[in-house]
């Protein structure tokens, strides 16, 4: 991978018809006309695990959930009847296929914008890569275009293979705080010196909720307490040098 972070936006660009073409082939047809039917009424923007795996892995994985943007504030409801979802606190859904879940927001209600976390009243579509947690997420793909909208801290990925943070606001830092360690054994990927800092300040005051939002993300424990206590301690002189 190039080490300037100029090339590595040229590489990215280069992909931008390959990966529109990679994500359809590995799509089943129902989700396929799913997706097309919201590319009509408003712009469909993918986002997270499936393009971070993409420039990581150049492989396939199979799909288990999409994560997916759109433009406007569509009624879904009524322009799928049968759609099985659930809502969230946020106003985004979680949709069910037979296969995959797709977790769908409208580009204004995502938490950093719809929170005043950061305020882009004109740029909506640049402003999101600097409202992920994670540098991995701080990349977009607008499937209407058949192009790539890059945020700087996802060029800083693909450059150091490190998880860095990006905006430290953000509802649930028990979550965040577990999902750093995962993405660091999953991706087999070092932890940046940011992130340390974040993990170090917020854990105290969310270690006992650690094993209750495994559960309910997980849907079991991956980390005992104990097991994320030692990896806190194990950080913790990096930490305090940030």
Not at 130 to 150: E, H, Q
């Amino acid at each position: 991978m190039a080490k300037k972070l100029n090339d590595i936006q040229n590489l990215i660009e280069d992909e931008n018809f390959l990966f529109h073409n990679y994500f359809y082939e590995n799509i089943d047809s129902d989700i396929e006309n799913f997706i097309n039917t919201l590319k009509n009424r408003t712009k469909v923007f993918i986002f997270s695990g499936i393009i971070r795996d993409y420039f990581l892995f150049k492989k396939h994985t199979p799909f288990r959930d999409i994560d997916l943007i759109i433009e406007d504030d569509l009624i879904l409801e009524n322009i799928f009847p049968s759609l099985i979802y659930k809502k969230n606190s946020f106003g985004g859904y979680k949709i069910k296929f037979d296969t995959v879940e797709i977790d769908l927001w409208v580009i204004k209600k995502t938490w950093a914008l719809n929170q005043g976390q950061l305020k882009f009243e004109f740029d909506y579509l640049n402003a999101l890569p600097k409202t992920t947690f994670f540098n991995f997420s701080s990349i977009i793909y607008s499937l209407n275009d058949k192009r790539f909208i890059v945020g700087i801290d996802f060029l800083r990925f693909l450059r150091d293979k490190k998880i860095e943070l990006v905006l430290e606001e953000n509802p649930y830092p028990d979550l965040c705080i577990v999902n750093s360690f995962y993405y660091s054994d999953k991706l087999n990927l070092s932890i940046g010196d940011k992130l340390k800092s974040y993990l170090k300040s917020n854990y105290k005051n969310n270690e006992d909720y650690l094993e209750n939002i495994q559960i309910k993300h997980f849907g079991k424990i991956l980390y005992s307490d104990e097991c994320l206590k030692e990896r806190i301690e194990r950080i913790l002189p990096t930490a305090n040098n940030v």
